[in-house]
């Protein structure tokens, strides 16, 4: 079984950092690509960050100059260094995994919570 192992997630002080790693696992996962999403409640889930597997890294612009995308690709894990967070950045994060055109994989969810 395919599975991404997040961590990290937790409830901060507004103007706070949280890191959030994803660990990927299994015997066909491709990681060429690795990013992570986010959903706040009543909203659509949006695209954070990705990174891929050259270091070429997209951020939405609600994050940029805040959040930081890495990956370690000897451990298969994808990291998103949160800094400066914000209310607004309270959500479930999702470690996000394309496989191509036809799939991708999920991690369960870390809950982020940004208190003012």
């Known amino acids: 079984q395919v599975q991404l192992v997040e961590s990290g997630g937790g409830l901060v002080q507004a103007g706070g950092s949280l890191r959030l790693s994803c660990a990927a696992s299994?015997?066909?996962?491709?990681?060429?690509?690795m990013g992570w999403y986010r959903q706040a409640p009543g909203k659509q889930r949006e695209l954070v960050a990705s990174?891929?597997?050259?270091?070429?890294?997209n951020y939405a612009d609600s994050v940029k100059g805040r959040f930081t995308i890495s990956r370690d690709n000897a451990k298969r894990t994808v990291y998103l260094q949160m800094n400066s967070l914000k209310p607004e950045d309270t959500a479930v994060y999702y470690c996000?995994?394309?496989?191509?055109?036809?799939?991708?994989?999920w991690g369960q969810g870390t809950q982020v919570t940004v208190s003012s």
């Open positions: 990174v891929t597997s050259g270091g070429s890294t």
């Open positions: 996000n995994v394309p496989q191509g055109t036809w799939y991708d994989y």
């Open positions: 299994g015997i066909i996962v491709s990681i060429n690509v």
